[in-house]
T-cell receptor, first 112, second 113 residues
Framework: DVKVTQSSRYLVKRTGEKVFLECVQD?????MFWYRQDPGLGLRLIYF???????EKGDIPEGYSVSREKKERFSLILESASTNQTSMYLC???????????FGSGTRLTVV | DAKTTQPPSMDCAEGRAANLPCNHS???????VYWYRQIHSQGPQYIIH???NNETNEMASLIITEDRKSSTLILPHATLRDTAVYYC??????????????FGSGTQLTVLP
């Protein structure tokens, strides 16, 4: 089975901190995604990547950046954490355009 | 992407088949039907998808009506671990269409012992 591993299940960070969320997949998928999930808002796409060193903005990229130096790893960076970035963050990967997404277990980030 | 409508909640007895309906009356010809589920505090899990033919895998079966305006996800022998929110999503399967993975409210399935 494809595994998408997110480095932390729970994180608490202070306002203004730089935060790194790491995601690793083990099935050589080309496509990787970062979403956040908030009650009543569903999943919202932050950034995605179709290849190494390639990134594209999703629907809500403000306040975030990403890095994909290796095919298996896709990192989400909060440049200066704010309380409105408190959320569940979900990483996903996908092989082909018709395939389903495989999600990680999520990281629940609280910014205080 | 086409909008989907699902009942907010359903119960099912353990060991029985769970049939989860989804209406997608505005679906267009190149849109696929995807099903995911999300167990509390975990990431969504892909279950199955289809275009117009019925599909079956080790987890579930997907029945799509001939006019493609509705579908049913069938869990043949529900277990307590199948308790989750089930999402029906309709989207175009094209490279670059990552934005369209929109999860609605879904159906909370509760499997009862």
């Amino acid at each position: 089975d494809v595994k998408v591993t997110q480095s932390s299940r729970y994180l608490v960070k202070r306002t203004g901190e730089k935060v790194f969320l790491e995601c690793v997949q083990d099935m050589d998928h080309e496509n990787m995604f970062w979403y956040r999930q908030d009650p009543g808002l569903g999943l919202r796409l932050i950034y995605f990547s179709y290849d190494v060193k390639m990134k594209e903005k999703g629907d809500i990229p403000e306040g975030y950046s990403v890095s994909r130096e290796k095919k298996e790893r896709f990192s989400l960076i909060l440049e200066s954490a704010s309380t409105n970035q408190t959320s569940m963050y979900l990483c996903a990967s996908r092989s082909g355009s018709k395939d389903g997404y495989t999600f990680g277990s999520g990281t629940r980030l609280t910014v205080v | 992407d086409a909008k989907t409508t699902q009942p907010p909640s359903m119960d099912c007895a353990e060991g029985r088949a769970a049939n989860l309906p989804c209406n997608h009356s505005t679906i267009s010809g190149n849109e696929y039907v995807y099903w995911y589920r999300q167990i509390h505090s975990q990431g969504p899990q892909y279950i199955i998808h289809g275009l117009k033919n019925n599909e079956t895998n080790e987890m579930a079966s997907l029945i799509i009506t001939e006019d493609r305006k509705s579908s049913t996800l069938i869990l043949p022998h529900a277990t307590l671990r199948d308790t989750a929110v089930y999402y029906c999503i309709v989207r175009v399967a094209l490279s670059g269409s990552a934005r369209q993975l929109t999860f609605g409210s879904g159906t909370q399935l509760t499997v009862l012992p």
